[in-house]
């Protein structure tokens, strides 16, 4: 019985935050998928390769304003890599992800408050700062050759399929091209493609959230964070903090729940901003850092990566100190929040709306096509081709219908893409069918 209602008050508690939380996370995979609908992945390779400020700054705001999901942002970036990027400037890609991303800014604002937001984000941009200069001075050429050679080898990782994937709709006006029914498609893709690659990491990170804050006490964790001797405990936490994100297998957005949990227990400022900055040096991701460049680099991005989330940790809380911008008391009351008929229910009932409209638009457009090719490697993408009426991505092998035009075959995500086509192709072919609208 004691089990059960240990379980129970656990379970609650994760459903608490998981409700707090749900229209900022709604907004946040709706503000990325449109970005990533606007911004071509094969422009950014363009620029990605030059190694000097103008590279660097764009690989920023690019993986800004590219999906939280560290596996595909992992895989995007040896994508990168095998198209020619600089190494460090596929890396920073990699790091902005995950570290300046809608979604994480916004459940960090809900959660913990502007003070946490404002230091992410200062942060994240110190520690890429931090990473490129590690790169220029401590990475050899040879190094990267190394990695270059080994990432060519295409071993598998995960979300390879969400990192290959480009259906951004480039070409147009911009206002035509946001407000296209190839828009809408794209958008509701790139919705739904982001929340199947991040769920798992959103439940877990609820889940374990919920158990120990219901489970650990708080003298555990003040012992801990050596809260007794608050100058030693803000050196100490941004030197813990990666640490536990590390054994704690969660990455991205899914690591927000455990650093309230972390903050609710004593953690210093500076220990939450840079445990969050760790969810891409998790285990497993580690694993994957080995299979796409080597045993070498692996152990080289671990220690450069940790070595600059614990500076910035430490720097930014000692600035955000020095400023009185510390929030003074380590409690959040979230797990205590019980759901009301507040600003938080209607804003979640809306974006659970939205998110209905936008899941109708993906299942009739081949969004379950779509999801299954995700498991696809970056190499059987590259055999894909897009559904000239929505602008889908659609494996020739695995199409659910085809059409020949002028001597040419087109493949579609469904029946009604097909329908469409045949009804005009000469407005889905050439320069002018790119900016067609999407009709079923």
Not at 306 to 330: C, D, E
Not at 407 to 415: E, I, Q, R
Request: one cysteine or more; hydrophobic letters at 55%.
């Amino acid at each position: 019985m004691f089990a059960l209602e240990a379980v129970g008050q656990a379970l609650q508690m994760a459903f608490f935050m998981f409700w707090e939380v749900l229209w900022p996370l709604a907004l946040g995979f709706l503000i990325s998928a449109v970005v990533q609908s606007l911004v071509s992945k094969r422009a950014v390779v363009r620029v990605l390769g030059r190694e000097d400020l103008r590279g660097l700054t764009f690989a920023t705001l690019a993986g800004a304003a590219s999906s939280s999901c560290s596996y595909a942002a992992v895989a995007v970036a040896r994508g990168l890599v095998r198209k020619g990027a600089a190494f460090g400037n596929a890396m920073v890609f990699e790091f902005a992800s995950t570290n300046l991303v809608f979604e994480l800014g916004l459940v960090l604002l809900v959660l913990l408050g502007w003070q946490f937001l404002a230091a992410e984000f200062a942060g994240g941009l110190l520690m890429i700062a931090m990473l490129a200069i590690a790169f220029k001075y401590t990475l050899r050429a040879r190094m990267v050759a190394e990695a270059r050679k080994q990432a060519d080898k295409g071993l598998s990782g995960r979300m390879e399929g969400h990192g290959a994937m480009d259906m951004s709709i480039t070409d147009g006006p911009f206002l035509a091209r946001l407000f296209s029914g190839r828009s809408l498609t794209a958008v509701s893709h790139y919705f739904y493609m982001d929340l199947a690659s991040l769920w798992q990491d959103l439940l877990l990170g609820f889940l374990i959230s919920g158990a120990l804050a219901a489970w650990v006490p708080n003298s555990f964790w003040q012992a801990l964070f050596l809260t007794d001797n608050p100058t030693l405990g803000a050196i100490w936490g941004p030197v813990i903090g990666p640490v536990i994100s590390m054994l704690s297998f969660v990455c991205s957005v899914g690591n927000v729940p455990l650093a309230v949990v972390l903050w609710n227990g004593g953690i210093s400022f500076g220990g939450v901003v840079s445990f969050i900055f760790a969810d891409l040096i998790i285990l497993p991701i580690l694993n994957i850092y080995r299979k796409y460049y080597g045993g070498r680099m692996s152990l080289y991005l671990l220690g450069v990566s940790y070595a600059a989330m614990v500076l910035a940790g430490l720097i930014v809380g000692a600035l955000f100190a020095v400023f009185g911008l510390v929030p003074a008391h380590h409690f959040i009351a979230v797990f205590q929040t019980r759901p009301a008929w507040n600003y938080t229910t209607v804003l979640n009932i809306a974006f659970l709306i939205l998110a209905g409209v936008l899941g109708w638009r993906f299942l009739r457009t081949g969004g379950p096509e779509m999801l299954r090719a995700m498991e696809h490697s970056p190499d059987e993408l590259a055999k894909a081709t897009t559904d000239p009426v929505c602008g889908m991505t659609v494996h020739p092998a695995s199409a659910a219908a085809r059409s020949t035009f002028a001597g040419k075959d087109y493949f579609f995500c469904s029946d009604g893409c097909k329908a469409a086509f045949e009804q005009d192709p000469a407005r889905y072919v050439g320069s002018s069918g790119a900016a067609a609208l999407h009709h079923h």
